[in-house]
């Protein structure tokens, strides 16, 4: 039977979008988790009563906790199926794409792999910067969840969307590699990855080496300030910070 949903989330969306699940199926028991060890201390008794939501996670759910629910795994990507994988902003912003978008889809073992049931997308203004693109996806992210939550609740899996991801799978290692900087690189280009890559907000900044010393970029103080974004509903708004 059916009895509880398993929520991976921050701490601050899992006030939020327990109370959007609990309003279309009060009786479900929503039980939240943050951590790979949260999810390993679930027993299999609970996951085979349980379905798993993901929202805005860098947790990787492992296979056999995957294996083990009875009723399936959903993620909220906050980006469109052609920015599959990790921090898709960073790697749009560098790209200079103009869509962006989020994505609901079945957890799978690959990441960022299975079938899409869900999909939100948006013209990305003019001189958009990582910041400002992740704020705007993730009101598309909580759009989508409001969008779904009344499937989300009921034991029936979701309809599938005739949809597939594209695109190069972003991952740390991929982030990493563009924030080695050759010593020969154009203006245009070290602009590029300036852009994309050095906003200081993650552990990873883009460096150089010269002569056997490292150099890195520190962005200004200005450009680390980041707003924390609150989730915006169709019909309702709820702060989250």
């Not at 949260?38 to 929202?55: E, T």
């Not at 921090?87 to 073992?109: E, K, S, W």
Request: glycine fraction near 8%; aromatic fraction near 8%; hydrophobic fraction near 45%.
């Amino acid at each position: 039977m059916f009895d509880t949903i398993v929520l991976l989330t921050g701490p601050i969306e899992k006030v939020a979008l327990s109370a959007v699940l609990r309003k279309h199926n009060p009786r479900l028991t929503i039980r939240g988790v943050e951590q790979p060890s949260d999810l390993a201390a679930l027993d299999a008794d609970l996951l085979s009563r349980a379905r798993l939501i993901g929202f805005a996670t860098p947790t990787i759910v492992p296979a056999q906790i995957l294996e083990r629910l009875g009723f399936g795994a959903y993620n909220f990507h906050p980006g469109p199926p052609h920015y599959p994988g990790w921090t898709p902003a960073h790697f749009a912003i560098y790209d200079g794409t103009t869509d962006f978008g989020a994505t609901a889809h079945v957890m799978v073992a690959q990441v960022d792999a299975g079938p899409i049931v869900g999909v939100e997308m948006f013209g990305v203004p003019p001189l958009a910067t990582v910041p400002f693109l992740e704020e705007l996806a993730y009101a598309q992210l909580a759009r989508l969840f409001w969008q779904l939550a009344n499937l989300l609740v009921a034991p029936e899996p979701l309809p599938e969307l005739p949809i597939q991801w594209s695109g190069l799978r972003s991952s740390r290692r991929l982030f990493a590699a563009l924030c080695n900087i050759p010593t020969d690189i154009s203006k245009d280009e070290l602009d590029r990855r300036i852009e994309a890559l050095g906003g200081g907000r993650l552990d990873l900044s883009p460096v150089i080496t010269l002569h056997g010393h490292q150099f890195r970029y520190v962005a200004p103080a200005a450009e680390t300030k980041v707003e924390a974004p609150s989730i915006v509903p169709a019909e309702q708004t709820v702060e989250l910070a």
